[in-house]
């Protein structure tokens, strides 16, 4: 699972799935746009929410989370990247939040 810049992210987010692992009061300070939201805590109960079909950037706050569950999601049989640095880099690079 290799960790992928920001400015990947925006790149791909198009083509690929976004999953924001963060908890309800961090999405309510903006997510990035067409962003699937599940919290970490939830995952295991709504996979199926996922497409495995199509590659997987998972985000949290900074980045720690988001990289135990791009892991995780790898190991069931997904592909998964990690956004390194998480909300926090990708609202420093000025990249769009709904």
């Known amino acids: 699972m290799p960790d992928i810049t920001v400015v990947d992210a925006d790149r791909r987010r198009s083509e690929d799935q976004i999953l924001d692992v963060r908890e309800d009061f961090e999405v309510a300070e903006g997510m990035i746009p067409g962003a699937i939201h599940i919290s970490m805590g939830e995952l295991g109960n709504r996979l199926e929410e996922i497409d495995r079909f199509r590659p997987v950037i ?35 690079a000025g990249l769009p939040v709904t």
């Open 58 to 92: 998972v985000v949290c706050r900074s980045g720690n989370r988001s990289t135990r569950v791009a892991d995780a999601l790898t190991g069931a049989g997904f592909t998964a990247d990690n956004m390194d640095g998480g909300m926090n880099a990708w609202q420093r």
